[in-house]
């Protein structure tokens, strides 16, 4: 297992309320673990609603003694967004704080991903698919047949979330496991990433980027070149059956 991560303050913002998480050995009884969250809530209650969320997920999955992977980050999020929300309501200054999640696992040939709100995971191999499922107005929007996918990204609207953790005391997230085939890779980001390159040119960039360091910062880089609107956070991840070309 080969991954690389960053996260950029992007041009347009003065501080970064995104933070990452990579361990590619075994976290508790997690064979691995990756993780991009995406603060909210002004500057210093989004940093810490993102870095405290994460430190959360990981020190109860290094406690936990359930095995089963999904069963066990479902608990781990339910619980960072129960210690999140109470944080909120113990601080006025972090009041009304969350943070978006998206987590993963790689075990063999086996995908699991969870998330909650807009930051996203894709597979890429000869084609690029979003496996996560965005918890925005514009995403309902779209499924209810009220907006056509392609306006999507421009809409006034597009960074009303309508699930986060630590907003309210339950937490809903969703999950997915897929099978992963040789050649595949993972990208885990914020939406300053995919809000600013579109999904044909994040897969260009990965696949021509053998070393997962150099794909993370072209990514970055890209984001940049765009506009930088906000905070940007890549992790990509080659796994034990990555075979280049």
């Known amino acids: 297992m080969t991954s690389c991560g960053k996260t950029d303050v992007g041009k347009r913002r003065d501080s970064n309320q995104d933070n990452i998480f990579i361990s590619d050995s075994p976290v508790g009884s997690l064979p691995n673990l990756y993780i991009v969250a995406d603060g909210m809530g002004g500057h210093a209650a989004g940093d810490f609603a993102s870095r405290y969320a994460i430190q959360t997920v990981v020190d109860f999955v290094k406690k936990a003694t359930v095995r089963n992977p999904i069963s066990l980050i479902r608990r781990a999020l339910i619980h960072a967004n129960r210690e999140l929300y109470v944080e909120a309501e113990k601080d006025a200054a972090k009041g009304g704080m969350g943070t ?9 040939m086996r995908l699991i991903c969870g998330n909650i709100g807009d930051s996203r995971l894709y597979l890429i191999n000869d084609e690029i698919r979003q496996i996560t499922m965005d918890h925005s107005l514009v995403e309902e929007l779209i499924r209810n047949g009220q907006l056509e996918r392609n306006k999507g990204r421009d809409h006034p609207e597009k960074n009303i979330i309508t699930r986060a953790m630590g907003s309210r005391d339950e937490a809903i997230p969703d999950f997915f496991e897929i099978s992963l085939s040789p050649g595949d890779r993972i990208l885990l980001c914020s939406d300053g990433l995919s809000n600013m390159v ?10 021509e980027h053998e070393d997962v360091q150099e794909a993370v910062d072209a990514l970055i880089e890209r984001a940049n070149y765009y506009g930088g609107n906000d905070n940007i956070s890549a992790i990509v991840i080659a796994t034990d059956t990555d075979q280049p070309g």
């Open 198 to 207: 579109e999904n044909d040119e994040l897969r260009e960039i990965v696949r």
């Open 100 to 108: 978006t999640m998206v987590i993963c696992v790689v075990d063999g």
